[in-house]
């Protein structure tokens, strides 16, 4: 599997040697939450910009925001190579939202949220590049990994095989035992962040995820 360290348990008074410590890893996932779509703030787009300049790892970025049809442009200019935003922000303007990330050569990822039901997703499979299944509520670091996420993996994997084309990504409570169980319902990509950031050895805890099975 991909994995994708989140950067929300960094040390951001380290920045160039947490993002080195991670430099195993393909993918970076960031976690914008703007207090209104989640209780908690973290970062916007200049954080981007200012990591764009020590890693040239894939952009994973996770807009846990409201409105985010509003900013689609400022997250592609700074260098987002995946922009996901969540389904419950979108009201009504998903299809035009995807339609824009992709016009800027953007990867688009919809998320749902653990209580969204997974049919909701269905008028999207066909123009989705990425749909990111979150095991924990959007909000903040370090929650238990909830197995209602497990079904939806199947679900997506099961619809991908009708003719889609779409990566499945889970975020939220990744950890060995856990990864092992995603990987075994179709997920191609994990996020992690206090399992890896947390870890002695963050390369390691890296490769480990990376093998799960
Ligand atoms: C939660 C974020 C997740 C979270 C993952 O709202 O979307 O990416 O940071 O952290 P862990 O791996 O500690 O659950
Ligand atoms: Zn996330």
Sequence with gaps: MIVAPSFLTADFSNLE?????????SWLHFDVMDGIFVPNRTYDHGMLKIIKAYSNQFFDCHLMI??????????????ADLITFHL?????????????IKRLGVKAGLSI???T???????????????LVMSVEPGKGGQAFLDSA????RTLFKWREQGHHYWIEVDGGINLETAKKVRQ?????VVAGSFIFNHHDRDAAIRELAHAK
């Design 117 to 131: 039901d997974i049919d909701t997703l269905k008028p999207y499979l066909n123009e989705i590049d990425l749909i």
């Design 150 to 153: 497990l079904d939806k993996i």
């Design 113 to 115: 949220k653990p209580d």
């Design 66 to 79: 409201a409105n985010p049809g509003d900013v689609i442009d400022l997250y592609a200019q700074s260098g």
């Design 185 to 189: 319902a179709g997920c191609d990509i």
């Design 17 to 25: 040697e947490e993002i080195v410590s991670v430099s195993a890893a």
């Design 88 to 100: 419950e922000a979108a009201r009504n303007h998903a299809h035009e939202i995807i339609q824009n």
